[in-house]
């Protein structure tokens, strides 16, 4: 394989997944499977079932390939007062 298309390649690659993350962005919590297991995951680790990294959670929802934290950040708090416990996120402006 030339080097001219290997960087073909890497380029089809490259295009595939930024596709893919636009679909998932726009489907994202809005995809009826991904948004329920989103919200048991956020049950769990509210109710301290498992471990969670909440800065990591939001570092992630912010970072530029998702963009998702307002849909997050809205489906967590939803979950804890649906629970009666209080959002990691509360004191947030």
């Not at 073909?8 to 962005?25: G, P």
């Not at 959670?57 to 963009?67: I, K, N, S, T």
């Amino acid at each position: 394989m030339s080097d001219a298309e290997i960087k073909a390649a890497l380029a089809d690659i490259d295009a595939e997944r930024e596709a893919t993350v636009k679909h998932l962005k726009m489907a994202g919590l809005c995809y009826p499977p991904a948004r329920d297991c989103a919200r048991k995951l956020a049950a769990a680790a509210l109710q301290g079932e498992i471990e969670l990294d909440w800065a990591e959670v939001r570092r992630l929802a912010e970072d530029r390939a998702y963009r998702i934290w307002p849909d997050a950040r809205a489906l967590i708090d939803e979950e804890a007062e649906a629970l009666q416990i209080r959002s990691p996120y509360h004191s947030d402006a």
